[in-house]
């Protein structure tokens, strides 16, 4: 027993309601090879204007807060300026390490809620 897709009618039938979704208005987040057209990292350019408005008032206040903040613990200021700036956990770490300084994944997440919990932004 094969898959579905091997059977002779598969490829009419696919057509026919891909054709149906197409008049529906109907936009596929996939390409026909089943990767998807837009990456999670550019996802957030179909916000609307209030939720981008929001997201960068958000950054902008965690860099205010970080500029002002006097950090005891080496590294948290360099992890907490890479959150403002939009720089990615796992980029986080590497830059980490390249600085000599080695925190897991986890451990930067539960640094950046900290910070945000101590400054009411979460």
Not at 11 to 33: M, N, T, V, Y
């Amino acid at each position: 027993m094969g898959k579905p897709s091997d059977h002779p009618g598969f490829k009419k039938i696919k057509r026919k309601w891909d054709q149906r979704l197409a008049e529906s208005g109907f936009k596929d987040l996939e390409h026909p090879s089943g990767k998807l057209k837009q990456r999670a990292s550019n996802a957030y350019r179909g916000a609307s204007p209030e939720q981008r408005e929001a997201k960068l008032d958000f950054f902008m206040k965690v860099a205010q807060h970080t500029s002002e903040t006097r950090f005891q613990i080496r590294g948290e200021k360099f992890i907490m300026e890479s959150f403002a700036e939009g720089v990615p956990q796992v980029e986080i770490e590497r830059r980490l390490a390249a600085r000599g300084i080695r925190k897991h994944r986890i451990t930067i997440l539960k640094i950046i809620k900290k910070w945000l919990l101590l400054w009411n932004l979460k």
